[in-house]
């Protein structure tokens, strides 16, 4: 196992409501990612982290912020939940030596927006 | 911007017989190519990749993938496959040279082996 725990694992909320995931490494990688799966698109990028309190935006950030105060935790928040962001979000870690290290998935976090 | 396409969704499969995962994609840069494996209720696991030398890769259990420049393909073979490899299968690409490896993946397959 790579060491990351994603919480909840399950969440059901309403439309309109704030969430936020956490996502804990124990593998002190410095790069800290969140994805989310939907059927047909695969795995993709909402923001990632490349240090303490540096992040930027992936491709779907849109309705999403995060937060990283310390190398092992990664926040990500959304800030009034809406139907279309149900979906399962999966934290990633990765040691960015190079572009082609191996990133390592968490377990996933189911999300349900009612 | 780089795109994965994963040209089949779903591929149903007997044991033991072979199996192919398509996978193209498009890129202005050079990229490094992959192929995830996500058993149900669980994370992605890294299968194989490619880098750089040989563009035939192999991962531990049986599985190879070939890298063709010219026709921008990635395909995925296993000669025999295991009711165990009842998964879904991504493939996906990073930018070469670049900081971090922000993956962009493709849509997925399905593999079903059925006895």
């Known amino acids: 196992d790579a060491g990351i725990t994603q919480s909840p694992r399950h969440k059901v909320t309403e439309t309109g409501t704030p969430v936020t995931l956490r996502c804990h490494q124990t593998e002190n990688h410095r790069y800290m990612y969140w994805y989310r799966q939907d059927p047909g698109h695969g795995l993709r990028l909402i923001h990632y982290?490349?240090?303490?309190?540096?992040?930027d935006k992936g491709e779907v950030s849109d309705g999403y912020s995060v937060s990283r105060s310390k190398t092992e935790d990664f926040l990500l928040t959304l800030e009034s939940a809406t139907s279309s962001q149900t979906s399962v979000y999966f934290c990633a870690i990765s040691e960015p030596t190079y572009s082609g290290n191996t990133i390592y998935f968490g377990e996933g976090s189911w999300l349900t927006v009612v | 911007a780089q795109s994965v396409t994963q040209l089949d969704s779903q591929v149903p499969v007997f044991e033991e017989a072979p199996v192919e995962l398509r996978c193209n994609y498009s890129?202005?840069?050079?990229?490094?190519l992959f192929w995830y494996v996500q058993y149900p209720n669980q994370g992605l696991q890294l299968l194989l990749k490619?880098?750089?030398?040989?563009?035939l890769v192999e991962s531990i259990n049986g599985f190879e993938a070939e890298f063709n420049k010219s026709q921008t393909s990635f395909h995925l073979r296993k000669p025999s496959v295991h009711i165990s490899d009842t998964a879904e299968y991504f493939c996906?690409?990073?930018?070469?040279?670049?900081?971090?490896?922000?993956?962009?993946f493709g849509g997925g397959t399905r593999v079903l082996v059925k006895p």
């Open positions: 982290s490349y240090g303490v309190k540096d992040t």
């Open positions: 890129s202005s840069v050079s990229v490094y």
């Open positions: 996906a690409v990073s930018v070469r040279d670049a900081a971090g490896n922000k993956l962009t």
């Open positions: 490619y880098l750089s030398g040989s563009t």
